[in-house]
């Protein structure tokens, strides 16, 4: 089955074409990044004027380096959300018109679960249960998902997501945007246990996540040191890239406790780790350590497929298809779309001695 993956919901305008689910025929993303760049963050209006311009030229790529005509593929898979809804809207309303033009199925998929499907490409089936931490500049949530298509969130930020933490604290040490990768380099040179920061803990003993007090905490830092945010074109101090070190690895050691308590509850088959922040060195190599203590595999989408592209949209929308699943030409941009479809009482899931005691 080939199938047509079109993902616009934030600031890349990709299309993709899989076969089967799992084979990657051609991924072409054009992102908007220098349009942004200069405002430290995504602008909303410019990002689906972007998309606009973009995403004729994107699919017709995505269909030439595959060597195959529109006529070819068996079905469009699009991103309904969530995501900015001047954004989303340019995909859904091609998508629809490319399979009403083509008389070929189309099925709503949501952004992140295709994320979590990032990882069917390169890595071995995911055997489940699997316990999948998406983590990206929108979202920070880690899923529980007992069989394919079923997902019950088990921990969620409760304010920033991590990657969105990770750019408003480099935008705060004049370093440019994104700010994840750039951060990530400098932590490199510095030393994680230079400033210490705490791990935030819930009130209610909920297993959440919460960035928004460590980027106060930060500011904090920042203003007491009296450290100076890097200026353009010069080199960032001893100080900076420690901070940077320090912030970096508390926020890694946040996603993987949480994830290693989690999952020494669920007894997940799959750790899947997933989203932009999934680039991160630091945060695989800490991932890895919690897979091997546990003796469960942990799969990655490789850096081309951590952050938004089409692919993941494709092998989402795949397993939407085989089973029947279509969209109307109703199908709207739905901007606050959850994943959440596995109620905590499934007495299914109870039988199968999967128990939620959160
Ligand atoms: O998945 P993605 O491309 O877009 C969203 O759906 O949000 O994720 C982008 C996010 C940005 O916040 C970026 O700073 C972060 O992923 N990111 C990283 C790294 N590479 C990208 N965060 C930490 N370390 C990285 N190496
Ligand atoms: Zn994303």
Not at 21 to 39: L, N
Not at 154 to 167: H, S
Not at 228 to 246: R, T, Y
């Amino acid at each position: 089955m080939l199938v047509l993956g079109i993902e616009s919901s934030c600031d890349e305008t990709a299309a993709a074409i899989v076969r089967d689910g799992r084979e990657m025929v051609s991924s072409v993303i054009s992102s908007q990044v220098d349009v942004h760049k200069r405002f430290g963050g995504v602008v909303p209006e410019l990002a689906s004027r972007e998309h606009l311009d973009k995403i004729v030229p994107v699919v017709d790529e995505a269909f030439e380096r595959a060597g195959l005509k529109k006529r070819d593929i068996d079905g469009i898979a699009v991103t309904a959300g969530p995501g900015l809804v001047g954004s989303l809207l340019v995909g859904v309303s091609f998508a629809k018109a490319m399979a009403f033009a083509l008389g070929k199925p189309l099925v709503g998929v949501n952004h992140i679960e295709g994320h979590i499907f990032s990882v069917v490409f390169e890595n071995p089936p995911v055997e489940y249960p699997a316990l999948a931490l998406v983590v990206s500049g929108g979202h920070t949530n880690l899923f529980h998902v007992p069989a394919p298509g079923k997902y019950k969130v088990v921990a969620r930020t409760r304010d920033d997501a991590a990657g969105e933490a990770f750019d408003k604290v480099a935008k705060m040490l004049g370093l440019g945007y994104p700010g994840g990768p750039i951060i990530e380099r400098l932590a490199r040179e510095g030393n994680p246990r230079s400033v210490r920061f705490s791990i935030p803990r819930m009130g209610d003993g909920r297993p959440d996540f919460s960035f928004s007090g460590l980027k106060t905490a930060v500011s904090k830092y920042v203003r007491e040191s009296s450290l100076k945010p890097v200026g353009a074109n010069e080199e960032p101090s001893q100080a900076i890239k420690d901070l940077a070190a320090s912030f970096q690895s508390v926020v890694v050691r946040s996603l993987t406790g949480t994830t290693a308590r989690l999952a020494e509850e669920l007894h997940p088959k799959t750790l899947i780790v997933a989203g932009g922040v999934a680039c991160n060195g630091a945060l695989r190599e800490e991932s890895r350590t919690v897979a091997a203590r546990l003796s469960v595999p942990v799969y990655f989408p490789s850096p081309h497929l951590s952050t938004d592209n089409a692919a993941m949209i494709a092998a989402a929308g795949t397993v939407k298809l085989e089973a029947g699943e279509r969209a109307g030409f109703d199908l709207n941009a739905d901007v606050n779309l959850r994943l959440q479809n596995v109620e905590v009482e499934d007495e299914a899931l109870r039988q199968q001695g999967v128990h939620y005691r959160l």
